[in-house]
T-cell receptor, first 112, second 112 residues
Framework: DAGITQSPRYKITETGRQVTLMCHQTWSHSYMFWYRQDLGHGLRLIYYSAAADITDKGEVPDGYVVSRSKTENFPLTLESATRSQTSVYFC???????????FGSGTRLTVV | QQQVKQSPQSLIVQKGGIPIINCAYENTAFDYFPWYQQFPGKGPALLIAIRPDVSEKKEGRFTISFNKSAKQFSLHIMDSQPGDSATYFCAAHYQGAQKLVFGQGTRLTINP
């Protein structure tokens, strides 16, 4: 099915553990993004990528790592999870016009 | 640092009323202003958008009003329905950078 999929939908992890959130899109969109959603803060950009092997920091990148070896995949890794990283994470892709952002269904991450 | 400020944080309106959500920005490099609608458990979805050279855009029951000189824009929902209950985000697109900056979100409840 065409679209953008995130996995897992829910994840509970312990403080200090490494966790990777997956994002896959089937449109061959050049741009991909990771946002976190927290009450009172809206959606904040963590990292984004303009193409394979090109990534850049967003507003809140500390504690996160991204890679993009293939156009369709954009995984987000929390190297050593902290409780402050408990959030809902959304992946999005865009055709580059800025007008066609499409979001995945999100991953709810809880760090205990 | 929130570059797009959105208010109110929550809003309750009776069915048939006209909820209004307001956003303000400072950066004149923004060139496109979309609104996203998010239902519980789902990712945000594009609802309606406007360019800064247009003062108003209407799509169905949804209208964006844009005041370029005041750097403000707002969403109006005519004849609101309980099915419109959702979280609404305004956003602004950076010209050339292909990034969206989001407001804090408004949780809208339409009572029957």
């Amino acid at each position: 099915d065409a679209g953008i999929t995130q996995s897992p939908r829910y994840k509970i992890t312990e403080t200090g553990r490494q966790v990777t959130l997956m994002c896959h899109q089937t449109w061959s969109h050049s741009y991909m993004f990771w946002y976190r959603q927290d009450l009172g803060h809206g959606l904040r950009l963590i990292y984004y990528s303009a193409a394979a092997d090109i990534t850049d920091k967003g507003e809140v990148p500390d504690g996160y790592v991204v890679s993009r070896s293939k156009t369709e995949n954009f995984p987000l890794t929390l190297e050593s999870a902290t409780r402050s990283q408990t959030s809902v994470y959304f992946c999005a892709s865009s055709d580059g016009t800025g007008h066609g952002y499409t979001f995945g269904s999100g991953t709810r991450l809880t760090v205990v | 640092q929130q570059q797009v400020k959105q208010s109110p944080q929550s809003l309750i309106v009776q069915k048939g009323g006209i909820p209004i959500i307001n956003c303000a920005y400072e950066n004149t490099a923004f060139d496109y202003f979309p609104w996203y609608q998010q239902f519980p458990g789902k990712g945000p979805a594009l609802l309606i958008a406007i360019r800064p050279d247009v003062s108003e855009k209407k799509e169905g029951r949804f209208t964006i009003s844009f005041n370029k000189s005041a750097k403000q824009f707002s969403l109006h929902i005519m004849d609101s329905q309980p099915g419109d209950s959702a979280t609404y985000f305004c956003a602004a697109h950076y010209q050339g950078a292909q990034k969206l900056v989001f407001g804090q979100g408004t949780r809208l409840t339409i009572n029957p």
